[in-house]
């Protein structure tokens, strides 16, 4: 996080976190595309033939509450294994997490293997995973042959993450886990930082805030459509 006094603005990271083609840059479009245009800035996205990710993408979004401005940027690392080194990278200096996991049973085993993997890039950024704000999302909740919702409500019971289910590329549960994972993000980093008493700001209204500019109505939408 860099807060800005003179500015009052505040820069927050979000990493979307997860296995290869788990929908972590569908999120990120599907935001996009649900966005409002005063909120949100350019999608930068770096991809290879085949959907997956080279690098990374980003999609910073800008709100305004009060007089304070908040900055998120929102980042998508490559969940291919070879890309690692690359992972760990985007990782510095991140505020919050969101773990995007696939629904199809024959992901599990790719989604512990990511989770894993997480704590391990984390940990080699000085960064703790007990201590980092961090959401799970189920994606791909359209599919056959997917973990069941009760499976996924035990799974939820037992972890400490928020668990979201999503059909990303529908735009389904996407708003919901960014602002879900905002929403943790910032009471950490209000309780860290005293960000209340500095600059005077209401949580809840900074989050009404910013769920009024989230969820905007457009003719010709980007989000693509349900898989052929
Ligand atoms: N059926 C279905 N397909 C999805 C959903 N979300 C994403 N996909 C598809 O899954 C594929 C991979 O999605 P991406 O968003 O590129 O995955 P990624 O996690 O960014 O992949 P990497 O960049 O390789 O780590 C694409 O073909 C998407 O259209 C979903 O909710 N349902
Ligand atoms: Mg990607």
């Not at 980093?189 to 769920?211: C, N």
């Amino acid at each position: 996080m860099q807060l800005d006094f003179q500015t009052r603005e505040l820069l927050v990271k979000l990493v979307y976190y997860g296995p290869a083609l788990s929908g972590k840059t569908t999120n990120l479009q599907a935001l996009h595309a649900l966005v409002a245009d005063d909120a949100r800035g350019r999608l930068m996205t770096l991809e290879t033939r085949d959907d997956r990710t080279l690098f990374f993408d980003l999609l910073p979004l800008t709100f305004r509450s009060g007089n304070l401005q908040v900055r998120i940027k929102l980042f998508t690392v490559p969940g291919q294994v070879i890309h690692n080194a690359t992972r760990r990278l985007v990782l510095q200096g991140a505020d919050g997490v969101a773990f995007i996991a696939d629904s199809q049973r024959s992901e599990t085993k790719a989604n512990t293997a990511a989770f894993v993997d997480l704590k391990q890039n984390l940990a080699d950024n000085g960064l703790d995973i007990k201590k980092m704000p961090v959401v799970i999302q189920f994606n791909k909740r359209d599919l056959i042959d997917i973990r069941s919702d009760r499976e996924i409500d035990q799974l939820s019971q037992q972890g400490r993450e928020p668990v979201f289910k999503a059909i990303a590329m529908q735009g389904v549960g996407v708003l919901e886990t960014f602002m879900g994972l905002f929403e943790l993000t910032w009471r950490k980093l209000e309780r860290e930082h005293g960000l209340h008493d500095k600059f005077d700001i209401e949580s809840e209204k900074l989050f009404s805030d910013i769920r009024a500019r989230l969820s905007v109505v457009r003719s010709g939408s980007t989000i693509p459509g349900p898989p052929r």
